[in-house]
């Protein structure tokens, strides 16, 4: 499985992002892909999630802003986070992951297939 993210940059509070993230491989065996974020001296956090019946859910410090969606095409999967009113808080690397467990918006560790992230940046 082989998970790769794009998207990432710089942008001033209340601008827009859209991050993707192409998932080969894998074949949503488990119910989760989503995507995850982490700034530093911070823990590893969920942002948003979609399941295999494209049911969607969200952390609260992102309702209303961002928006999961995903695609396929035969054996890929697409995934995408598209964040709107983003504020210097959102500034995080930002994870696509697939088939991971978590509590409380929180992965643990080891379960999952994960990307090599990708740095998002807002400045007030």
């Known amino acids: 499985v082989q998970v790769v993210e794009s998207g990432g940059g710089s942008v001033q509070a209340g601008g827009s992002l859209r991050l993707s993230c192409t998932v080969s491989?894998?074949?949503?065996?488990?119910?989760?892909m989503g995507w995850f974020r982490q700034a530093p001296g911070k823990q590893l956090e969920g942002v948003a999630l979609i399941r295999s019946d494209d049911s969607v859910a969200y952390a609260d410090p992102v309702k209303g802003r961002f928006t999961i969606s995903k695609d396929n095409d035969k054996k890929i999967l697409y995934l995408y986070l598209e964040m709107n009113s983003l504020k210097p808080e959102d500034t995080a690397m930002y994870y696509c992951?697939?088939?991971?467990?978590?509590?409380?918006?929180?992965?643990?560790?080891?379960?999952?297939?994960w990307g090599q992230g990708t740095q998002v940046n807002v400045s007030s």
């Open positions: 992951a697939a088939g991971f467990r978590m509590v409380s918006w929180v992965p643990e560790p080891g379960i999952g297939y």
């Open positions: 491989g894998y074949t949503m065996s488990r119910p989760y």
